[in-house]
């Protein structure tokens, strides 16, 4: 196990993202492995800020709800993990690791020989996901706030800003510069990518292949009979007030509980989210959205050899 001292126990592996492409499954998959220890709450954020200052400073747009749910104290950090005897990996997810520039110099010193993992989507779907994540409107409007905030980040340009709830859809699904960022920062043999199409369609494949990637046991047979933290709106406006109310006060529950026991209550929210998923998106939108990622696309691809033809369509 990762340590800096007697009895410290940190991430030998970390799910950097991105959001809104199945790293809640794969968090809450990898922690059913015998060999595997995940952090008790998921995406702790705690490499998304900076400890330069002796104050640890967020590296995001200081979001409440973000920073009520993130554990930038070491000692905290820490204490997320509890490995068994048995466990030869401990990892924890925190997707917006990915995009936050900063984070994979500071993941580089904190944590030697660190192993990463990124899942990515097709651009404009884990956009649109992510849209739906933080929309609170009802179901007939979403597209049409979707394109009218897709519209101001394509006209303030897709240069790095830090992150902020509701404004950054397209910009963390162009891939290329956080990659290369990782790939500088601890290598690229040390850096797994995978697609979300993948886990999706074969989640057992691609399980496996990051057993491989982490040391452990290959051949254990994971639950993958539920998707966790669907994206979507909710067409009752009833369940929809009550929906919103939830997610604004949750992560003030989870951060005032044991770590155990608000990871727990996180696993239940992401288990139980079954929204009403919008329609899909007008043709006339999304290809204009793809054309805008395409040179980012063909980046990734020439990168990582995948064909993401799928991904400019």
Request: some cysteine; charged content about 25%; proline content about 6%.
């Amino acid at each position: 196990m990762q340590a800096d001292g007697p009895g410290v126990t940190l991430p030998t592996f970390l799910i950097l993202g991105a959001a809104r492409s199945g790293t809640t499954s794969l968090h809450y998959y990898l922690g059913g492995h015998p060999e595997i220890c995940m952090s008790s709450i998921k995406e702790p954020n705690h490499f998304a800020f900076d400890r330069s200052g002796g104050v640890a400073v967020p590296l995001i747009d200081p979001d409440p709800r973000i920073l009520a749910k993130s554990v930038p104290d070491r000692r905290r950090y820490e204490q997320l993990f509890a490995p068994e005897p048995a466990v030869r990996a401990v990892g924890e997810a925190s997707p917006l690791y990915l995009y936050v520039k900063e984070t994979p110099g500071i993941v580089a010193e904190a944590l030697d020989g660190v192993r990463c993992i990124a899942v990515l989507r097709h651009p404009v779907d884990r956009a649109y996901s992510h849209f739906l994540h933080v929309y609170r409107g009802d179901a007939e409007h979403a597209e049409e706030a979707f394109r009218a905030a897709a519209e101001v980040e394509i006209a303030h340009g897709s240069g790095y800003t830090a992150y902020k709830t509701g404004t950054h859809l397209l910009r963390l699904g162009l891939y290329a510069d956080q990659i290369a960022r990782w790939d500088e920062a601890i290598g690229p043999d040390r850096l797994l990518l995978l697609r979300f199409e993948d886990l999706e369609a074969d989640p057992d494949a691609t399980l496996r292949k990051v057993c491989a990637f982490l040391g452990v046991d290959e051949d254990h047979r994971f639950d993958t009979s539920v998707v966790y933290n669907r994206s979507g709106v909710t067409r009752n406006a009833t369940l929809r007030r009550l929906r919103a109310t939830a997610t604004r006060v949750q992560p003030w529950v989870k951060a005032a509980l044991p770590a155990r026991a608000g990871g727990a209550l996180g696993r239940l929210r992401a288990r139980n989210e079954r929204p009403s998923l919008a329609d899909a998106l007008d043709p006339e939108l999304r290809a204009s959205l793809v054309a805008h990622t395409t040179a980012d696309v063909k980046a990734v691809a020439q990168r990582t050899g995948w064909d993401l033809s799928a991904w400019q369509r």
